[in-house]
């Protein structure tokens, strides 16, 4: 199976700054995209940004603050937080789009796989 560990979450004072990152584990033969979502209490999960081989996207909310970047090699995606808010609390999921993978012999297909999520908390 494929397990997408996240790490990075934690307590930070507003305009501080945290680094999330997520590594894809398991027999995997491609990743389309990877990216975060992230769901405040109460709240929606909302897109924050997202990486594939064309694009790059990020949530307004966020743009100028925080930057995705991906190591393919390592199946691996990031995310810098830089000027963090205390509207950007919240548990932050890391996911990957397309995954293409082995289970065993049997070669299969997600169209969406899912991390556990780390909590981000920006605290005054």
């Known amino acids: 199976q494929v397990q997408l560990a996240e790490s990075g979450g934690g307590l930070v004072q507003p305009g501080g700054s945290l680094r999330l990152s997520c590594a894809a584990s398991?027999?995997?033969?491609?990743?389309?995209?990877m990216g975060w979502y992230r769901q405040a209490p109460g709240k929606e999960r909302e897109l924050v940004a997202s990486s594939s081989a064309s694009s790059t996207n990020y949530a307004d909310s966020v743009k100028g603050r925080f930057t995705i970047s991906r190591e393919n090699a390592k199946n691996t995606v990031y995310l810098q937080m830089n000027s963090l808010k205390p509207e950007d609390t919240a548990v932050y999921y890391c996911y990957a789009q397309g995954l293409m993978y082995y289970s065993g012999i049997n070669l299969k297909y997600e169209a969406d796989y899912w991390g556990q999520g780390t909590q981000v908390t920006v605290f005054s």
């Open positions: 398991g027999s995997i033969v491609s990743i389309n995209a």
